[in-house]
């Protein structure tokens, strides 16, 4: 994505009053820190608030993270969204999550802490806060007075490269796949070439819920067309269990509910 395409982007999305945030995710922001540097401004001067999502790969001291960040901050960035878990850690050493994580604190970023578990998962939230030193605000539980992250617990969706981890790894019944998609045509993603993307889940890339391209016309004449379409009018009043009508789809089966949505969806 080259900057005049990404500016252009936001720019679409600026002229929505709906849209509230730009957050720059990937793939990994920081690989591109000129660029991100550049938009972090460009977005907030259109009235809109910006975060980054970032497996901290980058973050190889404290003091790098710190620097980084307060630049980013200074320039407009309003929140942090860090990936951390065994599969992310595999490849990137716990201790630079740690400094991204102490970094933010230390400047005020707002920062979400977004954990994806199996059932053999040994780096769970609950180990996360504590190598963090505590002060994590568990999403769904008590909220303490003070806290220095938000921290997000989700089981991973079997789709893609995940669709290869063993059946039995995979965490069922633990998020109800009943009721309306609430990010459907309002959580979008826009690929590097104009792409529309409905949501941020897997589902979002097949066929089925295409939307079109930026380039074929605005954001805002692809999102109300869009809105036509019986597949998202379903999906935003009834959720992928009201696509279930005629296919199998036995709700133990499923993680949540963009596990349901992908498989009905690839059915056709």
Known sequence: MTRREAEGYIDEAASIPSMRWVSFTGGEPFLLPELIRALIPYAADRGLRTECVTNCAWATSREKAAEELEGLAGLGLDALNVSADDFHQAQIPFERVRSCHDAAKEIGLKTVIMCTTSRSSRLRLI??????????????????????????????????????????????????????????????????????????????????????????????????????????????????????????????????????????????
């Not at 963090?132 to 997000?152: C, H, M, Q």
């Not at 981890?165 to 965490?171: A, G, N, S, T």
């Not at 809105?227 to 993680?255: C, H, M």
């Open 127 to 268: 180990e996360i806060a504590r190598l963090l030193g505590g002060g994590i605000y568990v999403l769904g539980g008590d909220r303490p007075e003070r806290f220095s992250a938000i921290g997000v617990e989700s089981a991973f969706t079997p789709v893609g490269r995940a669709a290869s981890l063993p059946v039995d790894e995979r965490i069922t019944g633990g998020s109800t796949i009943e009721g309306p998609c609430e990010a459907v045509l309002r959580d979008i993603g826009v690929r590097p070439r104009g792409d529309v993307m409905p949501c941020c889940s897997a589902a979002s890339r097949l066929e089925a819920l295409r939307v079109g391209n930026i380039s074929n016309g605005g954001l805002s004449e692809l999102l109300e067309t869009a809105w036509d379409q019986p597949v998202f009018n379903i999906l935003a009043t009834e959720g992928p269990v009201g696509l279930r009508e005629g296919k199998n789809a036995r709700d133990g089966s499923y993680v949540n509910r963009c596990h349901l949505c992908h498989e009905l969806l690839k059915r056709g």
